[in-house]
């Protein structure tokens, strides 16, 4: 799988609003059940059969109760259903929140005539604070009364907190055989205003017949690339997570290991969609004006640790190997000063070369080379004449791309996704009360 | 040395606006010379003898031509004078930007009858911008001109950028055999709108008779308990740096080691001295509202890396020991959730607790006692019932502690300090224009 920037595979783009009811074998729905005002709380995905199924979670060390039982769950590599609120985030709630993690599944279990252990659960919203029970499980009875294969709308909209728009995406790809594949997907962003931190939800779904275990490794490589290679304040949350649900219907021959032409196929797909979704999160982020691309590139991992590895016979995997470059974008796409910067159209190179100074890799100044919006502003150590007014003006779109190249022998490239940092992010934030 | 906290120590404050001229044998003096518009763009302080030297200097990798040359400088060990202009960081401007940092200590030294060696730099303003020498020397000869040992007010205004107020301190305390030693200083914090990025520069003086080699072993430890124990917005300069220059006119015995009751008394001084001027920057970083003190404790060092040092007879460094303690009160500090809330008064424990999940430090989330101005807000797994009107109006003040206990055995303790992150901090960032 190739993994830089944006990949040309053959898939074709369906309707966005199937989302997870794109691929054969899936039903949703979502509803109003209470927890919030207004907009739709609670969602539900169910599969006809039983799916493969993956998930990544958040590293936080603090983890919501839901967190802890998906993680249990999925081991098994099956499941049926994923089961989602918003508004309240069941996080640090002691053990009677675990409970109500496990009542919430049993209850779409029940309903569904299906065994609780496949069925997963999902919350965003305020931390701390009880589940009200009696309006989820009246929820839950809701959804599960009103599933439907139509469009994938309502479930987006059950767990969205404080996100602008709802996130949706869905592909179909040729498979061996003649047969067809879909992936459909939503997910949720960084709206942090009364959950109190972000929390990023993303749940896929595919009609394609894949091993639970290559399912896993494909799944963790394409969060690698998407979901982890996003930030919007560097802060992450206690609820994260990332599912895949195949439902093994497209008939295709079930793909059992990383290197036949399908496994790449979907791989492909999967990581686009994965990507597609990622972007629309750093775009959404709070307060946004724009999303900025940081793509970094000739960072070489430290002479040290390779030569650490080769005595001992091993080798960094290519993550491995990328993530000194995806650190310098990190810590570019954190930065307080670059943010703002990007949020006022300033080509201030400085900021933009004191974040990489600090991001922990070692590197000559003399060699990087700066470009921003199209524009090389510092090369050779030394900055590049230019004309502030035309590169301030290029800055001023939705889509900014920061280039930093190191230069280095051997060198790897990582590209991370973030938005700059306007006042209303400090409004969002601040004006909340607990 | 004890160093958690304000240490209570024999020493006498002096009027503060003495600074660097405080101690015996110092004399000062800044001036306008035009690289600013209006206020004071240069300043240098002299010894009327070999002094002492020792420094720190910033951990960026892109490091500013005069910080390359004190690095070397201070090498010897001894030193006579500190040049300092503000407006211009010259950094990052090729080979001739070095030639213009050894021209400007050339020049003082020229003016002073003293060895070029014993001169060193500092600079800090616009990065990227060749230095304006012909306006630099002038006043270099001005400030060389109308040196005095009166106060210290016009050398601090000389370095500061956009810093709300000067930052000086002078104290005073008695030494064996009926001496008495005195230390001085100024520094300037994270003023960033003309220098496009953040430099802290701190410049101490002191009479006290003390071997170099002592000298720099206590200014590490005292500069990693203060001024590397602070944190605007993560962000590092190019040209941070502290100087401590030693007269030896105290007319003590020389301190020649780290242990004597006058070495003891002299580092508690010069941390006392270091950690007043730490949390002024604090205080004063840009857009700032209020200083935030973040006490953390209970962290242990991960066990793995304990028995990796004993297996290898080493142990770990009592600062390597409370590193993890000041890595988790790092990450809280530079949260931008975290900071939000502060400037909003907002009592969230969550954005809190999720900083400390993510700032790679393992323990169990269910001991964690998190107090915020003086309120329990959570411990034992869960919120702790309060009233947010009551903590709320707590955290309305111009400073404000965050007190984190992972109560893990064999723990450690480290204070952070920092400023909550405002509308302003935006409106400087972002409508400054490169």
Redesign the interface.
């Known amino acids: 799988m190739t993994v830089s920037g944006d990949y040309q595979s053959e898939m074709r783009v369906l309707d966005a609003e199937l989302g997870v009811v794109a691929p054969k074998g899936f039903r949703a729905s979502g509803a109003h059940c209470g927890v919030k005002r207004k907009r739709n709380d609670i969602a539900l995905i169910v599969c006809d059969v039983d799916a493969a199924v993956a998930g990544v979670f958040t ?5 919501a109760h839901c967190v802890l039982l998906n993680e249990q769950r999925v081991a098994s590599g099956a499941a049926r259903a994923i089961v989602a609120n918003s508004g309240n985030a069941n ?4 053990p009677g929140g675990y409970d109500d993690a496990v009542a919430m599944t049993r209850a779409a279990a029940s309903h569904l005539g299906i065994a609780p252990d496949l069925v997963l659960g999902a919350s965003t919203g ?4 009880r589940m009200p029970m009696d309006k989820i499980e009246a929820g839950i009875a809701a959804v599960c009364a009103q599933l439907h294969a139509s469009d994938a709308k309502d479930v987006a909209e059950g767990i969205m907190t404080t996100d602008t728009y709802s996130k949706m995406f869905a592909v179909e790809f040729d498979l061996a055989g003649g047969k067809v594949g879909r992936i459909g997907a939503i997910a949720k962003g960084s709206g ?1 205003i009364a959950p ?3 929390t990023m939800l993303g749940f896929v779904t595919t009609d394609v017949a894949i091993d639970p275990a290559v399912l896993k490794a494909m799944l963790a490589r394409c969060v690698w690339h998407t979901f982890n290679s996003i930030s919007v ?6 609820n994260d997570m990332v599912i895949v649900l195949a439902s093994g219907l497209a008939g295709n021959e079930t793909i059992a290991g990383l290197e036949t032409k399908d496994a790449n196929t979907f791989e492909t797909a999967l990581y686009n969609v994965c990507l597609r979704l990622a972007k629309e999160i750093a775009r959404d982020g709070e307060g946004a004006t724009k999303l900025v691309e940081v793509r970094v590139s000739g960072v070489a991992p430290p002479k040290q640790l390779l030569d650490a590895y080769a005595a001992n016979n091993l080798a960094l995997t290519p993550e491995q190997r990328m993530g000194f470059a995806r650190g310098v974008g990190k810590t570019v796409a ?4 670059v943010k ?2 990007l ?2 159209n ?6 933009i ?6 991001s922990g ?3 000559d ?1 003399e060699t990087v080379e700066i470009r921003l919006a199209g524009h090389t502003l ?1 090369e ?4 590049t004449p230019f004309n ?1 007014y035309v590169v ?1 003006d290029a800055m001023n779109r939705k889509e900014v791309v920061i280039e930093i190249d190191l230069r280095q022998d051997g060198g790897e490239s990582a590209t991370v996704w973030t938005c700059d ?3 209303d ?3 969002i ?6």
């Open positions: 590293q936080n060390v603090v983890r996080a640090c709630n002691g305020v931390i701390g604070v942090m109190n931190m972000a304040d560097g802060d992450t949350s206690t954190n930065s307080p000063l703002t910067a949020f006022g300033d080509p201030n190179w400085g900021r070369l004191a974040a990489v100074g600090r890799v070692q590197f100044p510092y050779r150590g030394k900055p502030g301030s940092f306007s006042y992010y400090v409004k934030n601040a004006e909340y009360h607990t």
